[in-house]
């Protein structure tokens, strides 16, 4: 388990930087990011959001990256606590859950250089370029799914980590 904990802490690192950057480019209105979103829901959806709309919640947006980017602080501080309630938080159910969103979130963002722009290439090579924003949390997903599945198979089903 302790590889695993330091290969957690790495990539919990790459997803605080990744969350809270975007989260305050989104807060600035990064005219990008903006584009992204009035451009997809135009390609994606036939809707026209208008500029101070999609700014409106590309504020919202870069709150709530800025806040998960908090969050997985906390869980890098429980796992290099390596006990006690963070650890377990760390590794719980939650952790799970907000991971696989963020990976998720991740996969959407870098996609929506696509959708924006209503063609596949030359912007399929945006996406790869950011396989990092849903990759770094897709890694945390398999790995507390992965130790929560060991804890299950050990017959450790208590709340408390150990």
Known sequence: MRGNRFIYALLAVGAIGMFLG????????????IE?????????????????????????IGWLDITISIFILLLLIGDIQGKGRLYGLAYSGLALVVYAWAALWGFVTAAARVTAKG???PELWDVVERAPNFMLPAGLTYL???????????????????
Request: hydrophobic fraction near 35%; aromatic fraction near 10%; avoid cysteine.
């Open 144 to 162: 507390v799914y992965q130790h929560r599945s060991e804890r299950t198979r050990s017959g450790v089903t208590s709340g408390r980590a150990g």
């Open 22 to 33: 975007h989260g305050i480019w989104a807060i600035l209105g990064q005219d990008t990011f």
């Open 36 to 60: 992204l979103i009035t451009g997809s829901f135009d390609h994606v959806f036939g809707v026209t959001v208008p500029t101070g709309t999609a700014t409106a919640w590309l504020t919202g």
């Open 119 to 121: 063609e596949l290439m």
